[in-house]
Structures are given as structure tokens and as C-alpha cells.
């Protein structure tokens, strides 16, 4: 897994310092690096909430070379994007798609955010190895430091996240749903004129949700004890024992 250093460049907000301290605790990252920044006042740490420990343990340095001393690879960040490398110093990523890139890697990254009001220099954003860009309305794309930086962490981390999902019912267990949910129709005394198109309604709608395995079961408990009290001569497991 990659490690990252978050490096911010002359930033001019210390609340805008604070704020990304706080995002960084919330995305499990720990490193700060802060090129020749503005004073840290209490509005900082009223900001970093529970990042102030990564706040207090950032490191102040006064080139962009010592910010990225020992790194492997630097990510520039910037609002302004192109499609057309002649015209840009790098062809940019969205955060997903950088987080996507460098998913396997092991290697250091440095992450450089510029200052507010000028971002970070083009010469900055030349010596970097990736550019990443956040898709925005083009009528005001800028955003704040620390909300650019929020968004950015995200995708890093969830793209590293592994996680759980439920199992989708399988085609036999939805089969056996749509036979159950045709005998409670017959149960009911359903209007025969309206039960094929019905039927073909309730199979979409289940195909359409992708009901899980719980879902499955849920439902099948519902119709089973509907059944069970309407028609029990119809219950389908009765119908296979007088079979059997």
C-alpha cells in the first residue's frame, strides 16, 4: 500500500491548514508537510478538531524540494484542466481515477496542494509525476484547499477500502419466489385477466432491485405464511410431498 505525504504550499488560511488536518484523521492519513506557511493561530486547531495531533506534528519547511525530499513519486493538484497536452503541462486525473492508478503501488506519494489564491506554479506542477484535477462546473471550478484536499483523500480511500457487500439471490432462490408469488395470486382469487401481466410485473421489478439473499428470504417468509393461511392445499412443499 502507498504511503502519502500531504504537502501544503505557502497556504494563506491557517483555518484552510486546520480544516485539511481534519480531513486527513478522517481518511487515515497522518503526514503534514507545510511549505513557508501563513501563522497557525487557534482558528487552526479549532478547525483540525480530532486532527490536531496531525496539526501539531506537521512539519514546516521552507522549499518545495525539502517537502518532497525522500518521496518516490509527486501529485500536483489543480483546478484548471485541459484535454490538450500542448497546451498543459501534464494531462490531469480526476482523484478516482489517480487513486485507481496508484491503488497497487507501495511506493511514497507526495500529494501537493498550492495556495489559495494562486494554486501551485506551473514549474511545480511540470517537475510532478501525476496532476490531479477535480471535475467541477466549469463557470466556477476553484474550490477551497481543504475541500479539494477532502475529496481527494476520500477516493484514495475508498479506493483502498475492501468492502462488504451482501449476496445477490441467485436465479434458482428469485425462481422459486416468482412460483411462490404466482400460487398466492391463485390463493387470493387474483383476477385471472390481470395475473400474466402481474406475474411479468413482479419478475421485472425483482430483476430490476437485485434482491439480496436476506431480501430472498424476507419476502419468501411473507408468501410462505400468506400461502400457508389462504391455501394451504396449494402450498407449493405440500404439492411436491402429495407428488413424492
Request: glycine share 4%; hydrophobic share 40%.
Amino acid at each position: 500500500m502507498a504511503q502519502f505525504r500531504v504537502v501544503l504550499v505557502e497556504p494563506l488560511n491557517d483555518g484552510n491548514v486546520g480544516a485539511v488536518a481534519r480531513s486527513m484523521k478522517n481518511f487515515g492519513l497522518d503526514e503534514l508537510v507545510l511549505v513557508r506557511p501563513c501563522m497557525l493561530s487557534e482558528e487552526a486547531t479549532k478547525r483540525a478538531m480530532h486532527g490536531i495531533d496531525i496539526l501539531k506534528g506537521a512539519k514546516i519547511v521552507y522549499s518545495d524540494e525539502e517537502a518532497i525530499k525522500d518521496v518516490d513519486f509527486v501529485a500536483a493538484t489543480s483546478g484548471v484542466d485541459t484535454a490538450n497536452e500542448k497546451n498543459f503541462a501534464r494531462i490531469s486525473h480526476t482523484p478516482r481515477e489517480f487513486a485507481e492508478k496508484i491503488r497497487e503501488s507501495d511506493k511514497r506519494i507526495a500529494i501537493l496542494f498550492g495556495r489559495e489564491d494562486f494554486g501551485l506554479p506551473k514549474e511545480t506542477i511540470k517537475k510532478s509525476d501525476f496532476l490531479i484535477t477535480i471535475p467541477a462546473n466549469p463557470n466556477y471550478s476553484i474550490l477551497n484547499m481543504s475541500h479539494a484536499a477532502a475529496i481527494v483523500f476520500y477516493e484514495l480511500f475508498a479506493t483502498g477500502v475492501e468492502r462488504w457487500s451482501p449476496r445477490e439471490a441467485g436465479e434458482l432462490e428469485k425462481e422459486k419466489l416468482f412460483e411462490y408469488f404466482s400460487v398466492l395470486l391463485d390463493a387470493i382469487d387474483y383476477p385471472p385477466h390481470k395475473k400474466e401481466k402481474t406475474k411479468v410485473m413482479f419478475r421485472r421489478m425483482i430483476n430490476r432491485s437485485v434482491p439480496s439473499t436476506w431480501e430472498f428470504h424476507t419476502l419468501m417468509g411473507v408468501f410462505d405464511g400468506a400461502i400457508k393461511i389462504s391455501a394451504p392445499e396449494a402450498h407449493p412443499r405440500k404439492k411436491r410431498q402429495t407428488k413424492s
